[in-house]
């Protein structure tokens, strides 16, 4: 019997790798999210409007596109894109369903890389020829993608480059000429942009934002949602914002066929967090900096052990484990050991940052310090143990 799953995309090795331990590790210091609200506190930035949607919420199925009022909302956050413009819904769900819009088998693909596993994925289980856009540590040792080998990936029947600025791992970020060489790039080979844009709203610097794809770009697909900048990643909403009406309808006949339409009280959180995003993105840029704070003095005691590599923009980094000992079985042992949950690269599937030792940390977490003080613990059992 051959193998029956041959068809479907290979597992989803960073999803599993969580599963396995994210609610049962007490120190989870890998989370890609801002410290989730509770419900109560969202519910608290309610303005008059949004109580009222909520108070009289009715549980019936809701309209398709995503909710009105939320679409505008949304519409705000970038220049030249309106309501009409914008699809909610979940955000791995967005990303798997504008690829399958978009790609045809044999079409070529370029994608950044490291990366979170459906940029790619799914584009090979498409059929598509996926060529890596990979990442590179300077001559400084700051993480980064090199306009030099972009130009060499791109083909002029490329059919789509797909990139994530700030970027998961290592919160790298193009400068804004490389964005707009980019751009040009897309535009010369009529390619789709499709731009993984979860962590924007979480620059350190505010001036380093880059435009978003659907701003700058007339076939430029922005994808992002409620789970990093926001703090809201249980409400599972997200958007696809793209000027290209010719995808608003293929999309919408994928979705009808995953899960028609959002979730009614999703939707009605999602608005009110938005409303009240000017003071939730700046707290939660306050709490990545003062864990940032907390992480370089960290590695600067241990940098025997690791090495640090500041991010320019998100919620994680990409550090490295410097003592040879291959990272996934560090982590293995760190997490059984002392409950601290580290993620390893190789659930990115990328040798080079597998052979460096790298391994993710999340800065946006109010436990981030109790979790570095219990690494700390185990790192110094281990050196008495020695
Ligand atoms: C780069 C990137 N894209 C998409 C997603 C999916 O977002 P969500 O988990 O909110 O569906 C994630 C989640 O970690 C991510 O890191």
């Known amino acids: 019997m051959g193998d029956q799953s041959k068809h479907l995309p290979e597992e989803f090795k960073l999803e599993r790798f969580l599963a396995r331990y994210e609610f049962t590790a007490p120190y989870t210091l890998c989370c890609s999210d801002s410290q989730p609200l509770s419900q109560s506190e969202v519910l608290a930035l309610a303005d008059d409007e949004c109580r009222r949607k909520w108070d009289q919420l009715s549980l019936a199925y809701t309209e398709p596109e995503g909710l009105p009022e939320l679409r505008e909302e949304v519409a705000k956050l970038y220049n030249g894109v309106s309501a009409k413009d914008v699809l909610i819904m ?12 978009m790609l045809r088998p044999g079409d070529h693909v370029v994608v950044t890389f490291p990366g979170y596993q459906s940029l790619y994925q799914i584009a090979h289980t498409i059929g598509a020829e996926v060529s890596f856009w990979h990442m590179r540590a300077d001559e400084e040792g700051r993480l980064v993608f090199q306009m030099s080998e972009l130009r060499k990936l791109v083909r002029p029947t490329t059919r789509a480059v797909v990139v994530n600025f700030p970027h998961n791992p290592s919160g790298a970020l193009l400068s804004l000429a490389d964005w707009e060489t980019l751009v040009e790039q897309c535009r010369a080979a009529g390619a789709y942009l499709f731009s993984d844009e979860m962590y924007r709203m979480l620059e350190r610097d505010p001036g380093a934002r880059l435009p978003a794809a659907a701003e700058c770009y007339e076939r430029g697909v922005s994808l992002c949602g409620m789970s990093k900048a926001l703090g809201m990643p249980g409400i599972r909403i997200g958007w696809l914002a793209t000027r290209d009406a010719s ?18 009280p999703s939707e009605v959180l999602a608005l009110i967090g938005l409303r009240a995003r000017d003071w939730l993105i700046s707290a939660n840029l306050d709490l990545i900096e003062a864990n940032l704070g907390a992480a370089r003095a960290f590695f600067a005691r241990h940098s025997d052990t690791f090495e640090w590599y500041e991010p320019a923009a998100g919620s994680v980094a990409f550090p490295r484990l410097r003592t040879g000992e291959p990272v996934d079985e560090f982590c293995e042992r760190l997490v059984q050991k002392s409950g601290v949950l580290l993620l390893p690269a190789t659930v990115y599937e990328h040798a080079p940052s597998v052979a460096e030792g790298r391994f993710r940390i999340g800065l946006g977490r109010l436990n ?16 008495e143990s020695a």
Do not use: V
Not at 90 to 101: D, K, N, R, T, V
Not at 247 to 264: E, K, V
Not at 368 to 382: R, V, Y
């Open 90 to 101: 979940g955000p791995q769900e967005a990303l798997s369903i504008a690829m399958l819009a």
């Open 247 to 264: 995808l608003h309808p293929l999309i919408q006949r994928l979705h009808d066929y995953s899960t028609i339409c959002n979730s009614a």
């Open 368 to 383: 981030f310090k109790e979790c570095l003080k219990h690494l700390e613990d185990f790192l110094q059992k281990e050196k």
